[in-house]
């Protein structure tokens, strides 16, 4: 059935990630929880952020949590079964349910793969406790699809599905209308399995799971071979870089140091944005046609950048 909207409004408390982006509306930002997106207006009536389950930059995290084809460089001893950071991000969304809100919530509010934020990638199991959590508490559960949607994952059509959940409501914008400015909500009661004509004739879907597994597999020796990447993570064509003073500490690569790299990849023809709560990443989420000649071009550049940036360090 429908999700009655009347009922969201009687209850206006809705939880998002801290680090999460999902709008510059007046709405929308109170949604958002990073100062470098938020005016300097009073905002977010209702919204109570939760610790972003980040396995790399949070105080949990090891060599197993992520669906991605990259781990985080952290030590774990966990068994196959079992996850301490899921156990510990899960508690402190409890903590926030017990003490920051009332009985009753609205709904809790995430996009499958945090975008902006940093291409963050929740520890296996996490969302499903917490669309558990949150229904629990009468809210509904809703997917930012806008970044992670329409096949950029490579593995499924839409990101949710991966967490092996099914939310209440699904936004999603940008591929829904290549290019031209449309967006869309659907509630329950629609049909998340058709898929657009274009992405199954042309297997974009396909091609975002070979080019972005390879991009994420060779960014992983980059990785491996310069002190200031720190972290390689994402799912298909939705690929995020971590830039680090230095691995021990994870401390974030200051902004200058991050435009210098920039700068250079711009000018030997390679676009990349930019995210991170602290300006650190790198967002690599190129579109779903490009090839294994694009990817390469663009490690070539990326590493030849990343060679100028610790020269200058020197």
């Given at each position: 059935?429908?999700?009655?909207?009347?009922y969201?409004?009687?209850?206006?408390?809705?939880?998002p990630?801290?680090?999460g982006?999902?709008?510059?509306?007046?709405?929308?930002?109170?949604?958002?929880?990073m100062?470098?997106?938020?005016?300097?207006?009073?905002?977010?009536?209702?919204?109570?952020?939760?610790?972003?389950?980040?396995?790399?930059?949070?105080?949990?995290?090891?060599?197993?949590?992520?669906?991605?084809?990259?781990?985080t460089?952290?030590?774990?001893?966990?068994?196959?079964?079992?996850?301490?950071?899921?156990?510990?991000?899960?508690?402190?969304?409890?903590?926030?349910?017990?003490?920051?809100?009332s009985?009753?919530?609205?709904?809790?509010?995430?996009?499958?793969?945090?975008?902006?934020?940093?291409?963050?990638?929740?520890?296996?199991?996490?969302?499903?406790?917490?669309?558990?959590?949150?229904?629990?508490?009468?809210?509904?559960?809703?997917?930012?699809?806008?970044?992670?949607?329409?096949?950029?994952?490579?593995?499924?059509?839409?990101?949710?599905?991966?967490?092996?959940?099914?939310?209440?409501?699904v936004?999603?914008?940008?591929?829904?209308?290549?290019?031209?400015?449309?967006?869309?909500?659907?509630?329950?009661?629609?049909?998340?399995?058709?898929?657009?004509?274009?992405?199954?004739?042309?297997?974009?879907?396909?091609n975002?799971?070979?080019?972005?597994?390879?991009?994420?597999?060779?960014?992983?020796?980059?990785?491996?071979?310069f002190?200031?990447?720190?972290?390689?993570?994402?799912?298909?064509?939705?690929?995020?870089v971590e830039?680090?003073?230095?691995k021990?500490?994870?401390?974030?690569?200051?902004?200058?140091?991050?435009?210098e790299?920039?700068?250079?990849?711009?000018?030997?023809?390679?676009?990349?944005?930019?995210?991170?709560?602290?300006?650190?990443?790198?967002?690599?989420?190129?579109?779903?046609?490009?090839?294994?000649?694009?990817?390469?071009?663009?490690?070539?550049?990326?590493?030849?950048?990343?060679?100028?940036?610790?020269?200058?360090?020197?």
């Amino acid at each position: 059935m429908f999700v009655d909207v009347a009922y969201i409004d009687c209850f206006i408390i809705i939880i998002p990630y801290r680090g999460g982006y999902h709008g510059a509306s007046p709405y929308a930002m109170g949604l958002t929880s990073m100062a470098a997106y938020k005016y300097p207006i009073a905002t977010g009536i209702g919204c109570h952020t939760t610790m972003c389950p980040d396995v790399f930059r949070g105080p949990w995290g090891g060599s197993g949590c992520r669906d991605s084809p990259v781990q985080t460089i952290r030590e774990c001893n966990c068994s196959p079964d079992c996850c301490q950071a899921n156990d510990m991000y899960v508690q402190q969304l409890k903590e926030v349910l017990d003490t920051s809100v009332s009985q009753q919530i609205a709904g809790f509010f995430a996009e499958p793969i945090q975008g902006i934020g940093g291409v963050v990638q929740y520890p296996k199991g996490f969302l499903k406790e917490a669309y558990k959590l949150v229904r629990e508490r009468g809210g509904v559960c809703i997917a930012d699809e806008v970044q992670t949607g329409f096949g950029r994952t490579g593995s499924d059509l839409w990101g949710f599905t991966a967490h092996d959940v099914v939310p209440d409501i699904v936004t999603m914008a940008k591929r829904i209308a290549n290019g031209f400015p449309m967006g869309a909500i659907v509630t329950t009661q629609g049909e998340f399995t058709r898929q657009n004509q274009t992405i199954e004739e042309d297997g974009l879907q396909q091609n975002s799971t070979q080019v972005g597994t390879y991009l994420l597999t060779e960014l992983a020796k980059l990785r491996d071979k310069f002190g200031i990447i720190g972290d390689i993570r994402g799912k298909g064509l939705l690929i995020g870089v971590e830039m680090v003073k230095d691995k021990v500490s994870r401390e974030p690569l200051p902004g200058v140091e991050m435009n210098e790299i920039f700068e250079d990849c711009k000018d030997m023809g390679l676009l990349i944005g930019k995210g991170g709560v602290y300006g650190q990443m790198s967002r690599i989420k190129p579109p779903m046609c490009i090839t294994k000649d694009d990817a390469d071009f663009a490690l070539a550049v990326f590493g030849l950048a990343i060679q100028r940036q610790m020269a200058r360090r020197l």
